[in-house]
């Protein structure tokens, strides 16, 4: 009997090494093959809160990797289960699984991209914001003055405030967090050039310079241009002579305005309407980018006080009125 236990047992023994070998052999192997990915590469999204078994259960689905278990039980050994981080992510190349942890863990989600252009409203950018998916709304159905009110800045008018370029974000960032970046780039930039801005004295605070580029960009169809346009602007404004800009006069005509600007729209009276006031309007009327920016801090000498368009997106600048009006006959009336 003793010598019958013993054979038995030393045949389960046996058994049992030999299950441990192909069990190892088969996790060392496991650790070697890479994953199965398409040639695209392969969409990860791990949600906030996610486990790694349902990872791991979804990877085996979709033939990724198998068994998924193993997943699991290296991630226990090296201590990656807990570290693994949320986000968007697209794996590809020759991937193993240690591999594919360390991504998880280092975070190397995708970048996504939303670019703000110069000349947008506020109602553009709030729009574009809106339309993407792979952001988190948070602000839908808000009025501007509640937008502006969550962002930290009650009682602030939102046009102008944002700095348009392209700001990189990952999936489930917030429309507030993007809003919040680009209003802080725009007042850092504000705050650096009117610090080195140029010592004209016609200016009297950042926001006006703000409310001033805002016009230069809506005026500008050339880029070089702007120092130009700008100089043109902080010299009518010393001069006390109303600016007569149409963009100013189209930003208060607000929803009226149906493409084309009339006579009578130059003569109708609004708080953005400089045919009819003096100064600059009271808010920008667009958001202006960099250039725009240090073009009305910055602007071009010299001594002309009018421009027309030629027709090119170019303009043509006057210093006298009379030339001014011979520059209107030649590219808008074509005499």
């Known amino acids: 009997?003793?010598?019958?236990?013993?054979?038995?047992?030393?045949?389960?023994?046996?058994?049992?090494?030999?299950?441990?070998?192909?069990?190892?052999?088969?996790?060392?192997?496991?650790?070697?093959?890479?994953?199965?990915?398409?040639?695209?590469?392969?969409?990860?999204?791990?949600?906030?809160?996610?486990?790694?078994?349902?990872?791991?259960?979804?990877?085996?689905?979709?033939?990724?990797?198998?068994?998924?278990?193993?997943?699991?039980?290296l991630a226990k050994l090296d201590g990656s289960e807990v570290k693994i981080k949320h986000g968007e992510y697209r794996l590809s190349g020759e991937m193993r699984p240690r591999d594919l942890l360390q991504v998880l863990v280092e975070g190397k989600v995708i970048a996504h991209a939303i670019t703000i252009i110069e000349g947008w409203r506020f109602r553009d950018l709030r729009s574009a914001l809106a339309a993407d998916a792979r952001i988190q709304q948070t602000l839908g159905g808000l009025s501007d003055e509640a937008v502006m009110q969550r962002l930290g800045h009650p009682g602030e008018h939102p046009e102008g405030r944002f700095l348009p370029e392209t700001y990189h974000f990952t999936r489930g960032m917030s429309d507030a967090q993007i809003l919040t970046r680009a209003y802080d780039a725009m007042a850092q930039l504000l705050e650096q050039e009117w610090a080195t801005r140029d010592p004209v004295g016609v200016l009297e605070s950042p926001y006006q310079a703000l409310i001033l580029a805002s016009i230069v960009e809506k005026e500008t169809g050339v880029a070089s241009e702007r120092p130009a346009i700008a100089g043109v602007f902080i010299r009518r404004l010393g001069k006390g002579m109303l600016l007569q800009t149409d963009p100013t006069v189209i930003y208060g005509m607000g929803e009226a305005y149906d493409g084309n600007i009339r006579r009578a729209d130059l003569r109708r009276d609004t708080p953005y309407n400089t045919y009819t006031r003096e100064g600059l309007p009271p808010t920008p009327i667009a958001l202006p980018g960099a250039e725009a920016v240090r073009a009305a801090l910055h602007p071009a000498a010299g001594d002309s006080l009018y421009f027309v368009a030629k027709g090119d997106g170019s303009h043509y600048f006057s210093a006298t009125l009379e030339e001014h009006n011979r520059a209107v006959r030649k590219y808008q009336l074509k005499r």
């Open 1 to 73: 009997m003793l010598r019958f236990i013993t054979q038995t047992m030393t045949m389960l023994l046996l058994i049992l090494g030999l299950c441990v070998g192909y069990l190892y052999w088969q996790y060392e192997r496991f650790l070697e093959t890479p994953l199965t990915l398409p040639q695209g590469g392969y969409p990860l999204l791990v949600e906030s809160g996610a486990n790694l078994r349902g990872l791991a259960e979804q990877l085996h689905r979709d033939g990724v990797l198998k068994p998924g278990w193993m997943l699991r039980l």
